[in-house]
């Protein structure tokens, strides 16, 4: 499979407040690429997301807004590119917020959520937390809620289930993001 595994983490509730953003790329099944970066939200940081990712206002401070950021990615972001993530409605949501916070276009994209997919595939884990699939599936998170490594292990979740399942049970679960 080829595709895009994104995860944000935000600053506060606000969908138009990314703080940090990392893709894992994938082609034919193998990671080949990785981007990361923290965004100035230009918002207020809440203690709750703080507690979430350990992110704080200072950290941001020197990092790029995210109309700075887009012109290195917005190419992943084609009608023909699929983009998956761990509940996908809130990554897809930070993305479309963001873009519409600084004018930009919204592009449409494939998307796949592998929140539902391990839902799917794996009914008898506890729950389908990012963690959860991944303790259960062997596969490494080292800071969940750090962008980069959920991203990484997103991808790695959707690997296995290909590898396992083939791509013909995959298939119903891509939608058109619009």
Known sequence: MNFVAIDFETANSKRASACSLALTVVRNNQIVDEFYSLINPEADFNWRNIKVHGLHEKDVA????????WPSIKNFFTSNQLIIAHNNSFDN???????????????????????????????????????????????D??????????????????????????????KPFIKVKK
């Open 62 to 69: 020197n990092a790029p807004v995210f109309p700075e950021i």
């Open 141 to 170: 998170l080292h800071h969940h809620h750090n962008a980069l490594d959920d991203s990484l292990a997103c991808a790695n979740i959707l690997i296995h289930e290909q590898k396992s399942f083939g791509n013909d049970e995959i």
């Open 93 to 139: 949501s930070v993305l479309k917020n963001t873009l519409l916070r600084y004018n930009l276009i919204v592009p449409k994209y494939l998307t796949l959520d592998t929140l539902k997919t391990s839902k799917y595939f794996y009914p008898q884990f506890e729950n389908h937390k990012l963690n959860t699939v991944c303790s259960y599936l062997n596969i």
